[in-house]
């Protein structure tokens, strides 16, 4: 078997080698969680998700939880909704003996927080941006609506639940011979959007700072501007291996494509338009075709266009 990070140094077309593919519903039909946790490097393991939209196929697992076993404890991203939650806590007891010692949220939205209720069960505290908290007040609710619209009885016992613990700029943790800074590095996709950086691996678990498989999502609140300021910051820190928001585990240089280029691409067609006098209309008419092969391209293409527009025409 070739190791997963052999395939990152690998063209992903290399004779041979094929992905998971992600349109089959469940890849894991013995759990809740869309796909068996792997190990990426040595004790740092990741359960990627679907990168199709939430379904009750998928159990709402459209996002990675990852784990990293420190020697004094395990240390968690995200907690999805509350039987993921637990299922994702069943294969780590399945791994380490290590308890799990905290949670992080990578945002505030519902796939990474809807779960901390069943880590707060286990009295193991969960850590956020400071921002994500206002976030999950103002749209915890809506999410948990969509979660048990999509998902049913998958969503049981799911709720909102505020983190435990918050920091405004960083946090530092160390638990064993393991260093992992929890960072904010500016604004991106969505509120109080951080990164996990295990400089010793030069492993970073970008959240939602980058995308690679899936169209990443231009929100009503999301400024492309400063994300592009964010992305320098993200950038300096030399990852050698990147596990997205969404996506299987990768490097820089496909985040880079299909985040920071794909924002700069957008950015300069909606320019063009708006040099030109043209209106809304021509932007949803932008070729983005170059991108189609991503999953999630027909739901979020033409909409980030329209809504790029019209946060352009004040900026």
């Known amino acids: ?31 809740i969680l869309y796909s068996k946790p792997i190990e990426l490097i040595p004790n740092v393991w990741t359960a990627i998700g679907a990168t199709a939209p939430p379904t009750y196929e998928n159990s709402g697992h459209n996002n990675n939880y990852t784990f990293v076993i420190t020697g004094a404890g395990v240390v968690v991203v995200n907690s999805g909704s509350y039987l993921l939650a637990e299922a994702l806590h069943n ?28 880590w707060k069960e286990q009295g193991v505290p969960v850590l956020a941006h400071a921002d994500s908290v206002h976030e999950i007040e103002e749209s915890g609710p809506a999410s948990l609506a ?32 393991t260093r992992i800074e929890v960072l904010w590095l500016g604004y991106s996709h969505s509120v109080g959007d951080i990164v996990v950086w295990l400089p010793g691996e030069r492993l970073v678990i ?57 924002l700069k691409f957008l950015r300069g067609e909606v320019q063009a338009l708006l040099d030109g ?22 739901e979020l293409a033409s909409r ?12």
């Open 1 to 31: 078997m070739i190791h997963i990070r052999l395939l990152l140094l690998l063209p992903l077309t290399a004779p041979g080698l094929a992905l998971p593919d992600q349109s089959i519903a469940d890849q894991y039909p013995d759990s």
């Open 91 to 118: 294969e780590i007891r399945e791994i380490t003996d290590e308890p799990v010692v905290l949670v992080i949220n990578e945002n505030g939205q519902g796939h990474a927080m809807l779960g901390n209720g069943y």
């Open 146 to 177: 969509r979660l048990k619209s999509v998902t049913k009885e998958k969503a049981e016992n799911s709720r909102v639940e505020l983190p435990t613990e918050t920091f405004s700029d960083n946090r530092i943790i160390e638990l064993g011979d």
């Open 206 to 262: 970008s959240g939602d700072m980058a995308f690679h498989e899936r169209i990443l999502p231009i929100f009503e609140t999301t400024d492309t501007r400063l994300w592009l300021e964010s992305w320098e910051r993200f950038e300096a820190l030399q990852a050698l291996y990147v596990i997205p928001g969404h996506g299987h585990p990768t490097n820089m240089a496909q985040v880079r494509r299909y985040t920071r280029d794909y």
């Open 277 to 298: 006098g043209d209106d809304l209309q021509a932007a949803y008419m932008i070729d983005q075709s170059r991108y189609a092969h991503l999953d999630t391209f027909d």
């Open 304 to 315: 980030n266009a329209g809504r790029l527009f019209e946060q352009m025409e004040f900026e």
